[in-house]
């Protein structure tokens, strides 16, 4: 076998005072290292651009960047001065600040498909008070979740549905009920089954964006639904849920964090012109900068307000949700996007990186066991084993020597700051990986490779 080897002393050393303090020792779970090969999970000191460097002085081309936050690259130059003209300023007062009227308008008018916008810090936050505004608008105890859909929030209505439910009543869970992804006709027949029950419909407004609860995706024929494959039926298929909501009466929400900015400006809605009750945004709003957004038609989101007649919801209520220096981020993110062409871009490194990863993959025989999926921009990877089943063994060999060769790659989504020297960079890291990948499906057997213990699924019932 390779007995190539490569430390994180200083790193792993940091691991275990992160563990002591901070359950998980990572403030989010995919960010664990749990999640990475044993010892192997670097703690980053900084980062710039496409690169980030760690504690032991490594550098990485880094993909994913702050699980699909930063898309502009690490300290962006135009974000960092819009969010410095601010911090002078002060960040937070006892009165709504200027910033927050112009940090609307340019919202609204990138995504012109809503009405109204109420700024927060991250998603679970919008998009619960999504799923309570659709409670309260139609009076319906119910709320039906994409179940092809990994995650919509850190709330009790849907961590309640995972294989982490402790803590959580049954009857709170009893309320949440799932639907798949493209398939009308379940859907129609969940809704007459719970007639007059469900609040709303929550899905991400495509296929799969990111792995499943068990990390992995299955590869799927080129005919299979959604953008992730080789056709693209989400516009008729969410134009059919756009029918089935009006029909039976319930609030259609779009959980846009991933697909906001990265499928176009306006998120997925702007691209196929469906346009949902209610939508939310994150993740790439603000360049790692906390900021995210619940928006939609006026009818509604006004009744979080004050200027009706009914029974007042309490929408949106956050300290810090409008932090002037976070909304100047998110200013100067649309502004990048739109005057750069960005979306473009992110579209062109992401197939660039695709068609190179197959291609070393099929030269060195295991086009077969690494699969790349997704929409260029958002492309996520499965590692399969000999039978062509989801493996973490062989997903830990994978990220093992993509690591050693200088390459930080949870998933293979891109930032616009990435060159086509990293891709190239990445593509022949990722063929000495599959060099090995071959060695150990020849052996039929990973663990010589593995160097400790699997990674592990985010979410599992034990630690």
């Not at 496409?50 to 898309?71: Q, T």
């Not at 969940?190 to 992995?216: D, F, K, W």
């Not at 009914?310 to 909304?327: C, M, Q």
């Not at 993959?361 to 260029?376: E, L, N, Q, T």
């Amino acid at each position: 076998m390779d007995t190539e080897e490569f430390f994180l002393p200083r790193s792993r050393t940091a691991n275990e005072r992160l563990h002591a303090m901070i359950p998980g020792g990572a403030h989010t779970y995919a960010k664990g290292d749990d999640q990475y090969p044993e010892n192997l999970a670097p703690v980053i000191s900084h980062g710039r651009g496409a690169h980030v460097w760690d504690i032991d002085g490594n550098r990485y081309i880094e993909y994913g960047s702050g699980l699909r936050s930063v898309s502009l690259g690490h300290a962006h130059p135009r974000v960092i001065e819009a969010v410095r003209r601010e911090l002078d300023r002060g960040s937070n007062f006892v009165r709504p600040s200027i910033v927050e009227v112009e940090a609307a308008e340019r919202f609204l008018a990138t995504v012109p498909t809503a009405e109204m916008v109420k700024f927060a810090k991250n998603g679970s936050d919008v998009t619960t008070a999504a799923v309570r505004l659709a409670r309260a608008v139609t009076g319906r105890p119910r709320v039906a979740i994409c179940g092809d859909h990994p995650f919509f929030s850190v709330d009790d209505w849907f961590i309640g549905t995972t294989p982490m439910p402790a803590g959580i009543p049954a009857a709170t869970t009893e309320l949440t009920v799932s639907f798949p992804y493209g398939d009308l006709a379940a859907t129609e027949e969940l809704l007459t089954r719970y007639q007059g029950e469900i609040a709303c419909l929550i899905l991400e407004p495509v296929g799969h964006t990111e792995p499943s609860p068990n990390s992995q995706l299955l590869p799927q024929p080129s005919a299979g639904r959604g953008p992730q494959s080789g056709g693209d039926s989400a516009p008729g298929y969410l134009a059919g849920l756009r029918e089935l909501a009006d029909r039976h009466g319930c609030v259609l929400i779009f959980d846009e964090m991933i697909t906001g900015f990265r499928w176009s400006e306006a998120g997925a809605q702007g691209l196929y012109g469906v346009v949902p009750d209610l939508s939310t945004f994150g993740k790439a709003l603000g360049n790692g900068f906390a900021v995210s957004a619940l928006a939609g038609r006026r009818e509604l989101m006004e009744l979080g307000g004050l200027r009706h007649s009914h029974d007042r919801v309490f929408l949106l209520s956050t300290t810090h949700g409008a932090e002037t220096h976070s909304l100047a981020a998110a200013m100067a993110v649309q502004t990048t996007y739109v005057e750069e062409g960005v979306t473009a871009r992110l579209h062109a490194l992401g197939e660039r990186l695709a068609a190179g990863v197959r291609d070393a993959a099929a030269s060195m025989g295991v086009g077969d066991h690494i699969v790349v999926r997704g929409r260029a921009s958002n492309l996520v990877f499965a590692t399969l084993d000999e039978n062509r089943q989801p493996s973490q063994q062989y997903r830990t060999l994978f990220l093992r020597r993509l690591l050693a060769g200088g390459v930080l790659a949870p998933s293979f989504v891109v930032s616009s700051a990435l060159d086509d020297v990293d891709i190239d960079r990445t593509v022949d890291v990722v063929a000495q990986a599959c060099a090995v990948y071959r060695k150990a499906l020849d052996a039929g057997d990973p663990t010589p490779w593995l160097g400790g213990r699997p990674v592990k699924p985010v979410f599992r019932r034990l630690a």
